[in-house]
Each structure stands twice: as structure tokens, then as C-alpha cells.
């Protein structure tokens, strides 16, 4: 077991790469992306959209086309072992069994035609190899354990029949069906209504409390963050910016993408008619595309404290003590933006 920072790791990624073949050329998704999972901890990865947040989820669990992507660099450190030197064989052990996955749309993960009770007996089945009896057992554990009323009749119906937050509650049990050693959760609250939501942020945090699971969350709200998370990387661009606890994320921020992540967050009693109140401040620009990503600092387009070394030279990731890390030529000056 590797240890960091006086952490035991469960999970070290170490220079991820991963790219998309295209006409016009291999697309960087995530690049040179590192970071470490203590057990019992939970990361939240934060960005907008096409970050590469969900591609890093997606590599560690080898869920993306061989014939479209390379992923490269690594390696993947599972207790031990180098995920990205598995077969698709052993892959199959470890996906749902010892590192599972809860989908941003899980009607696209469920199986329309077949029984909530069905698939989730037979992801106990596939890897646990327990009898059919058993496996009953263990899902009307389950779907009593994500808090799912009238379980019996749930079990019987078909994803379309259930709500949006009921289905992100099967996706729970089925992803905690074997007891896994690492949860990665895309997008858990996506498109759900803010009682559902707290329901839902309630249930994986008492899950993990009882389970022991390490979680890595993977959102774009930082009010989520705040709620769930230990330690945050805030990825851009396919890089991570910054790398920081939560706490010190809200109160000493040092990077300016993160300082304008935090600044778009709308805060409680705020109003346009009150004085006192500084309106949402929006991040210019938006996030580049795969394929024209700018020299020096992706951020430099969009950065309001940029000079010409951002744009000439891409900033490394460097730590500021306590495991604090940051991505920044001018991190020393990011107070500026916060007066």
C-alpha cells in the first residue's frame, strides 16, 4: 500500500493520458492528469464541462473503445497492481466487484427491458457467484439499504416505471451490490430536484461511513463538493489546476479558474436589488476543444491576471505545503481578484 502526505492510498493515477483518434489527428482528453485516493476518503473532481472529468473515471475503469482511444502514461495503482497492464478478462473481475461506477444517466446504464430486480440479482450473480436464493437476499438488502419504499413491488418494475431519483438509487445499490473497495460517482445529482439531491448526497455519505468505501465524486457544483467531499482537484482542460483540501478551497483558493468557479456559485439571500451583495461573476470564454488547446496555460484566453509567460509556457503543478498543489505562473497574485 503506497502512502502519501501520511495517507494510505487505495488508488494512485499517475500521468494519465488519455486521447481520441479523429480524422484531423489524436484528440487530448486528460493530460499528464495525477492523483492519489486514500482509503475511507472521498475526491471530488470539479470543472466545466469537457474538463475530462468523466474520461478519467472512464479510464480508470477501462470503459472506453479500444478501437478510438489510447490511454497512455499511468500507471493506474490499485493496491498494487497496474490497472492499465489487465486484460479486459480481468477487468471484468474488477469492474462492479472491487472498484464500481454510479452513471450520470442511468437510463442509459439500466436495461429498459428487464426488471429493476432482475439486474441487480444478476450484477450480485455475475461476480459473487452466490445462489439464486442468496442473491434475492442480498438485493431486497440493498434496495432497503438506498431506502427505496415498497422494495418488493419496486423490484418488480422496469427502470421507465421509476423516477429519476428512485433510478439513481438502484444505480447506488447496484454499484454497492459486492461491497467495493472504491465507488466513483459521476454526476450523482445531475438533473435531480434539490430535496432528491440532499437525499441522495445524505445516502453515499452514510454508505460510506458504514461501508468503509473510498469514493471518488466527480461534479461541477461546488456546493456539492463542499458537502461531500475531502480533498478536491479541480481539472481543466484535461489538467488538474489545483489540487487542495476542502476547506482551504473556499478559504485560500489559488488558482484564478477555481477563484472563478467559486465566484459563480450563487450564494443564499444574494439579489440583484441588494447593494451588499456582489453579483455572479461569469468565467469569460469557454473551455477549448480537444484539438486547439493554446500554447503556455490553457486558462490564458479566459485569465484576467495573464501576462505573456502564461501564453508562452504551460505552468507544473506545484505544491504550496499541507498537500496543497496549484498549476498557476501567478498563483501570489490570485488575492487581487478576491478584493
Known amino acids: 500500500m503506497i502512502k502519501e502526505q501520511g495517507r494510505e492510498n487505495i488508488l494512485v493515477v499517475r500521468n494519465l ?27 471530488g473532481i470539479v470543472g466545466e464541462s469537457g474538463s475530462g472529468k468523466s474520461v478519467t473515471a472512464l479510464s480508470i475503469m477501462g470503459l ?9 502514461g499511468g500507471p493506474i495503482i490499485f493496491e498494487g497492481h497496474d490497472l492499465l497492464q489487465y486484460s479486459e478478462r480481468e477487468m471484468q473481475h474488477i469492474r462492479g466487484n472491487r472498484i464500481s ?3 450520470q444517466e442511468p437510463m442509459n446504464s439500466l436495461n429498459p427491458v428487464l426488471t429493476v430486480g432482475f439486474q441487480l440479482r444478476e450484477t450480485i450473480m455475475l461476480h459473487k457467484k452466490n445462489s439464486q436464493k442468496a442473491c434475492r437476499r442480498r438485493a431486497n438488502e440493498l434496495i432497503n439499504l438506498v431506502r427505496i419504499p415498497d422494495a418488493t413491488e419496486r423490484m418488480k418494475q422496469y427502470p421507465y416505471q421509476l423516477s429519476g431519483g428512485m433510478r439513481k438509487r438502484v444505480m447506488i445499490a447496484m454499484a454497492l451490490s459486492c461491497s467495493p473497495e472504491i465507488l466513483i ?26 461501508t468503509g468505501t473510498s469514493v471518488i465524486f466527480i461534479t461541477h457544483d461546488l456546493g456539492v463538493v463542499a458537502e461531500v467531499a475531502d480533498r478536491v482537484i479541480v481539472m481543466y482542460a484535461g489538467k488538474c489546476f489545483e489540487e487542495v483540501s476542502v476547506d482551504v478551497l473556499f478559504t485560500d483558493p489559488k488558482h484564478p479558474y ?25 468565467i469569460p470564454g469557454t473551455v477549448p476543444g480537444l484539438m486547439n488547446k493554446p500554447r503556455g496555460c490553457s486558462f490564458a484566453p479566459r485569465c484576467s491576471l495573464v501576462v505573456d509567460h502564461c501564453r508562452e509556457k504551460t505552468p507544473p503543478l506545484e505544491p504550496l505545503g499541507d498537500g496543497h498543489k496549484v498549476a ?7 488575492g487581487e481578484l478576491l478584493q
Do not use: Y
Open 17 to 43: 493520458v488519455t486521447s481520441f483518434r479523429t480524422p484531423a489527428g489524436m484528440a487530448v482528453a486528460v493530460d499528464g492528469l495525477s492523483f492519489s485516493l486514500g482509503r475511507n476518503e472521498t475526491i
Open 258 to 282: 477555481t477563484i472563478g468557479l467559486l465566484t459563480a456559485v450563487p450564494r443564499l439571500g444574494a439579489s440583484r436589488r441588494t447593494t451588499d451583495q456582489k453579483r455572479l461573476v461569469e
Open 64 to 72: 472506453l473503445p479500444s478501437q478510438s482511444t489510447v490511454v497512455a
Open 101 to 103: 461506477m454510479i452513471f
Open 328 to 334: 498557476c505562473w501567478r498563483h501570489d497574485k490570485v
Open 185 to 210: 460517482a459521476d454526476e450523482p445529482t445531475t438533473a435531480l430536484d434539490v430535496t432528491v439531491q440532499a437525499q441522495i448526497l445524505s445516502l453515499i455519505a452514510e454508505l460510506k461511513q458504514r
